[in-house]
């Protein structure tokens, strides 16, 4: 099968080492996602192992439609009994046409569902789908009036590791497990250090690959539950991950000046089942380290607001006085929506990437 992993834009060559790292060659990278083929086995290992990617889909072979009949016609011609069932319940997303002749997001949805209604009612020989089965989303996708529906294997966001649960962070966990392979952080000899850590995302992603634990070992997958999938290779594979799990004595370090937050970080670092990282309730200019070189990876405030923006460049600015006298050879990668970050800061990047987090665009500035 043809097997796709989304991720955020930006981040695309590091989804590509990992998935060069989990035994996946051949890839086609596009804007926003990976392509490559794969198998039932491996949808498993890879929504339970992939860091950085944001869901995988199968995708069915493409088709060419400048109508909705078309669309209708190609979507019925479908044998969807290898994918859905009498009560299965299917939903639509389509996302939004690139060039096409069909732009109408919610009339894609409706007529996709209604073909594969219509196809279901032919194969299975009923009028009715009480859709109270397995959850099948499908995504519709258009460009160039070309047509690639994808199912979705994941059901959710692969960032929704399930240990954040009582606090909302600023800071995907994709995109932070992206940042610290980006950084070339090496658990054994580094140190990391997150003078922002709020509720300790950076500091639990890091721990978890430190620790080789699977990102999905505390998810489910809507595919779970797919006929498809024998429910014995997912307990396997998920046995198999239990397996590699590895200790370390890592050096991750965190600090924040709310202490309310900590205790959420605290609470966090316990439902990821990660240990020995300390935090500690401090103010950015009172952050000090034993150890002379390491890696400093943070998401410091914004100021998306207009009224936060004259403090959040203080901010920018007591870093940049800070940071080169108290942490001389230390690497530093910070992440920020502001684009003046540089002109705050008074120092250039040794390198910048841009980069998303949800839907704010923001920059990566590296300094070596």
């Known amino acids: 099968m043809k097997l796709v992993a989304t991720c955020a834009m930006g981040i695309e060559s590091i989804l590509k080492f990992e998935l060069y790292d989990l035994g996946y060659k051949d890839l086609t990278i596009e804007n926003g996602y990976i392509s490559f083929d794969g198998t039932l086995k491996d949808v498993i290992q890879l929504n339970l192992w992939c860091r950085t990617a944001g869901r995988i889909f199968i995708e069915l072979p493409s088709f060419t439609a400048k109508s909705f009949d078309d ?8 044998d969807w009994t290898k994918w859905l069932e009498k009560d299965s319940k299917c939903t639509i997303d389509a996302v939004a046409s690139k060039n096409s002749e069909l732009f109408s997001k919610s009339d894609v949805q409706r007529i996709t569902k209604k073909a594969i209604i219509s196809s279901l009612q032919t194969s299975y020989s009923v009028q009715r789908f009480p859709e109270t089965g397995a959850h099948v989303p499908i995504r519709v996708v258009i460009n160039n009036d070309q047509v690639s529906l994808r199912l979705d294997t ?12 009582r606090f909302d962070a600023p800071l995907r966990e994709t995109l932070a497990a992206a940042i610290i392979k980006l950084s070339r952080w090496d658990p054994e000899n580094d140190v990391l ?8 995302t950076i500091l639990i992603e890091a721990a978890m690959i430190a620790n080789n634990i699977a990102p999905g070992l505390n998810q489910s997958f809507c595919s779970e539950d797919w006929p498809m999938f024998d429910s014995s290779n997912w ?13 370390i004595d890592y050096r991750i370090y965190g600090s924040d000046n709310n202490p309310d937050i900590l205790k959420t970080a605290r609470y966090n670092f316990k439902k990821a089942n990660v240990d020995n990282i300390y935090v500690e309730t401090k103010e950015f200019i009172d952050i000090q380290s034993r150890f002379e070189k390491g890696k400093i990876i943070c998401n410091p405030p914004y100021g998306i607001r207009l009224d936060e923006q004259g403090e959040v460049h203080k901010l ?53």
């Open 154 to 165: 994941s059901g959710h966001g692969l960032n929704k590791r399930g240990y954040r649960t």
């Open 316 to 368: 920018y600015a007591k870093m940049g006085n800070y940071l080169p006298k108290h942490f001389t050879n230390w690497d530093y990668y910070i992440l920020s929506g502001a684009e003046d970050f540089e002109e705050y800061f008074n120092k250039k990047a040794t390198k910048k990437r841009k980069l998303f987090n949800g839907k704010i665009r923001c920059d990566l500035y590296q300094y070596f």
């Open 193 to 200: 250090l997150d003078p922002f850590c709020g509720s300790g």
């Open 71 to 78: 669309l209708y016609d190609a979507v019925k011609d479908i």
């Open 235 to 247: 307990e396997n594979a998920h046995e198999e991950a239990l397996a590699k799990i590895k200790k």
